[in-house]
């Protein structure tokens, strides 16, 4: 049987979103801290434009599952089990080296956490691609206007009504508990599996409709659309809103997965990806292959950076850093996932037909 062919516009869409995601960490507080410490300088402002183009990175990973998994009703328990095992594995040998390098206290107990998957995304990963099945049976048994509404219907009971509630309760300055549609807590920020199946729906039925309900190619240099005007200005308009917001009222709400405006952006920008014809690019396909490395180990590197250093210097220089590291993390974690690969080949073998099953 002839190996069906990947779609190199939607590898080189992960290799970006992976990039996003890194990026996404260099600003984080608690890993890179960039924001922190280019407060105040016109370094910051770069670097929330940058964020503000990457934000929907998470969302985006979700929604190409959704497009690729809708093919398939196939689904094997011991390929969750797989992620969860090398999620562990990584984290371990992480932990281990930092401690044997004395960046952390020696400590049993900090091993024992390590080795236990506490990772939200790979958890909340793992349950949404064993149910996944579940959900294509019942997008295949819509039309695709009964599906269209049910999408729209899923993101308003669950992107703009908790955003809603959210920005009430941040308003009113009370956290109006019992009032979100995703439970007592409010929206948690997107943080949940009602996120994850909302934009896997979104993925899934991209490739549910048919040609006449998709966006016409348009005109095209070389292999690149343009005169997309429709989509470029929503993502340019989606990308300056999310800037005000979070720049100047301080609506931490806005950079939430779940927010309607980061939904629509990941959409976006994955239909802008769709139009674009890679054909079957091997390097590119090849590269996109270490995208859950690049996510398992990029924290436990971003830390050894200087990016406090580099966020202090000129905008150049700091955007040559940024860009370095990134590759870097990318090349390291490429390299690591073909060792990971060598020396457990035998157990990902055998991960791919232990508990499979079709719905």
């Known amino acids: 049987m002839e190996k069906k062919?990947?779609?190199?516009?939607?590898?080189?869409?992960?290799?970006?979103?992976?990039?996003?995601?890194?990026?996404?960490?260099?600003?984080?507080?608690?890993?890179?801290?960039?924001?922190?410490?280019?407060?105040?300088?016109?370094?910051?402002?770069?670097?929330?434009?940058?964020?503000?183009?990457?934000?929907?990175?998470?969302?985006l990973f979700v929604m190409i599952t959704g497009y690729f998994l809708f093919r398939t009703n196939k689904r094997s328990i011991g390929r969750a089990i797989a992620l969860i095992f090398q999620t562990c594995l990584f984290s371990f040998v992480c932990t281990a080296l930092k401690m044997a390098h004395g960046d952390i206290p020696k400590s049993s107990n900090t091993l024992l956490c390590a080795s236990l998957p506490l990772n939200w995304f790979v958890i909340l990963y793992a349950a949404l691609y064993l149910v996944s099945p579940l959900l294509n049976r019942a997008i295949r048994g819509m039309d695709n206007k009964t599906l269209k509404q049910v999408i729209l219907l899923l993101v308003i009971l669950f992107s703009v009504w908790p955003s809603a509630v959210d920005l009430l309760s941040l308003l009113i300055d009370n956290p109006m508990r019992g009032l979100s549609t995703i439970g007592l807590y409010g929206s948690q920020r997107g943080y949940t599996i009602v996120q994850f199946v909302l934009c896997y729906m979104i993925g899934a039925s991209l490739n549910q409709l048919t040609p006449t309900d998709m966006p016409k190619n348009g005109l095209r240099i070389g292999r690149f659309p343009v005169g997309k005007a429709a989509l470029t200005l929503c993502l340019l308009a989606l990308l300056v809103i999310i800037f005000v917001i979070a720049r100047y009222y301080d609506l931490d709400i806005a950079w939430a997965y779940c927010s309607p405006l980061i939904v629509l952006e990941a959409l976006t920008i994955l239909l802008l990806f769709l139009q674009i014809d890679l054909g079957e690019n091997r390097v590119i396909n090849e590269i996109s292959t270490a995208a859950f490395s690049v996510y398992l180990l990029h924290p436990a590197l971003l830390q050894y950076l200087r990016i406090a250093e580099y966020t202090q210097k000129t905008i150049p220089v700091m955007l040559l850093h940024l860009a370095v590291i990134t590759t870097g993390i990318i090349t390291i974690s490429y390299i690591v996932d073909k060792i990971y690969r060598i020396l457990f080949s035998p157990l990902l073998r055998a991960s791919k037909n232990w508990g499979r099953y079709e719905w």
């Open 5 to 59: 062919k990947r779609q190199s516009n939607i590898e080189l869409l992960r290799i970006l979103a992976m990039g996003g995601v890194i990026l996404l960490h260099y600003n984080n507080v608690n890993m890179g801290g960039a924001l922190n410490s280019s407060a105040g300088r016109m370094n910051y402002t770069i670097l929330v434009g940058l964020e503000s183009l990457f934000i929907a990175a998470v969302n």
